[in-house]
């Protein structure tokens, strides 16, 4: 029984990674009030909890913490700090800013403690990749298909017949994460051996190559009249700079989720003039790095920043090493390219997740390397006691007696002066009498071996052979 728990919670935590870079990008609820984020959202702490729930069931069989200390594990840990310390002191609504982006962190962070400390396999590398390929693929096919009017036709939800819908939640974000797979791909194909491989991921990046040029057709006015309208970089940047007037929000922000809210406050007056942005509200900065800076502060930003290029730099700083392996092109070009769209573009849950799967996979990859920037650690969550051989011999009657542990303490609990003499002496008097009572076991078993031996002595031969 405790074994097969232990097989089943170790291969559930070896394919979170991959079920969550899978249906990530994919997954969304037409019929609900919010298709896309919410949901996707739901799916993150889902999964969470299974993640949580397997790695303490699997401490507990094998009655050890294990954990993995890597080079983005202090980074997100302060990140989320910085997330609930923010939501709690700084947030107007603490109620959204912890449970919305906070937890949301929360639960990413849980997923890559509980897997980077739990797997090393190189079945969780390849499934991830591969994961996330076949994700980007599916999800250009339904481009293809949603740019024909092919699934409002089959379906009935009006939500079908919109050319825009794409399952990340919008033809940006699916651009986004399509262009950043579709790069790690072509780097992979560039290295694979493996002619199978070779043919089917020339046949994904052509999916996604033509995805991701419907996409950019769509991002263009359409009818003369403007599809996505983007908060300009130098309001974005007027904005970020605002918040350092203060030292708290310099730290910290002004909390998670309530960036509409700041910039309804710090927009920059020249937007008024704008026919096309003077009436307009964003709830996020034309940049998703400025968006962390004005509501998370310079140490949100800088532990999200540093969570993904720390990693990115022991992956460059090894490449003379490991240019011949797939998975590892494809994971650092991953890390990188996502990076390079947090910084100069706006980001979605599809990203943010797409970067924390690529961190697990590249710190699984580390181990398998045997890199030192990864350490194994476990922690003994239980000891197996043995008796000392000198009680062994003792009988209960000799041993502690219920009563000597309080009798040495009701003298010293006698009402007496403050700083007296006496106060002092009962105190010592106290202590002394009860270790005396605690080692009288060790000392009785020590006066009687040493009688022993002296009486074995004056014996004659023959007493002490009849005796053995």
Not at 110 to 131: A, H, Y
Not at 303 to 320: C, G, N, Y
Not at 390 to 417: C, M, N, T
Request: aromatic share 12%; proline share 5%; hydrophobic share 50%.
């Amino acid at each position: 029984m405790r074994s097969s728990l232990d097989k089943l919670s170790s291969l559930i935590l070896r394919f979170i990674p991959f079920v969550l870079a899978f249906l990530t990008p994919l997954f969304f609820l037409p019929f609900t009030a919010d298709p896309f984020t919410l949901n996707k959202f739901y799916l993150v702490t889902l999964l969470a909890s299974i993640s949580l729930i397997s790695w303490c069931v699997r401490s507990l069989i094998r009655g050890k913490l294990s954990l993995t200390s890597s080079p983005a594990l202090l980074p997100l840990i302060l990140l989320v700090i910085a997330h609930v310390i923010s939501s709690v002191w700084l947030s107007p609504t603490k109620h959204a800013s912890l449970f919305g982006q906070t937890a949301f962190f929360i639960a990413l962070l849980i997923i890559f403690l509980t897997t980077t400390s739990s797997q090393k396999s190189r079945v969780l590398v390849n499934s991830v990749v591969f994961g996330t390929i076949l994700s980007a693929t599916l999800l250009s096919f339904f481009t293809l298909l949603q740019y024909f009017g092919v699934p409002g036709r089959i379906f009935s939800y009006d939500l079908l017949d919109n050319t825009l819908l794409n399952p990340t939640g919008g033809i940006l974000i699916a651009l986004i994460y399509t262009v950043s797979v579709m790069l790690s791909t072509i780097g992979y194909l560039i290295v694979s051996k493996n002619w199978l491989h070779k043919s089917l991921l020339f046949a994904a990046t052509i999916f996604m190559i033509v995805a991701s040029l419907i996409n950019i057709s769509l991002i263009f006015p359409q009818s003369g009249q403007q599809v996505i309208f983007l908060l300009p970089y130098r309001a974005s940047w007027s904005i970020a700079v605002d918040i350092f007037k203060n030292w708290q929000t310099a730290l910290l922000g002004t909390g998670p989720d309530t960036y509409l809210s700041v910039f309804t406050r710090l927009r920059p007056g020249y937007l008024n003039v704008d026919n096309a942005l003077w009436a307009l509200r964003f709830p996020e900065s034309s940049s998703f790095f400025l968006t962390l800076i004005t509501t998370t502060g310079l140490v949100g930003a800088l532990s999200f920043i540093t969570a993904f290029l720390k990693p990115f730099l022991v992956s460059f700083r090894h490449r003379s090493s490991h240019t011949d392996e797939p998975t590892y092109i494809f994971l650092s070009l991953c890390l990188l390219t996502v990076l390079i769209s947090f910084i100069f573009s706006p980001t979605s849950l599809t990203s943010i997740v797409l970067g924390i799967v690529a961190l697990i996979a590249l710190t699984v990859e580390f181990k398998l390397l045997g890199l030192k920037s990864v350490k194994d650690i476990s922690l003994a969550i239980s000891a197996k006691s043995e008796p000392e051989t000198f009680y062994q011999d003792i009988k209960v009657s000799e041993g502690l007696h219920p009563y000597s542990v309080i009798i040495p303490w009701i003298v010293r609990s006698a009402p007496l002066q403050r700083h007296s003499p006496l106060d002092c002496d009962l105190t010592f008097c106290g202590t002394s009498l009860f270790l005396l009572d605690l080692r009288y076991p060790f000392l009785l078993s020590l006066y009687r071996n040493q009688t022993g031996r002296r009486n074995d002595r004056h014996k004659p031969r023959w007493c002490l052979s009849k005796r053995n």
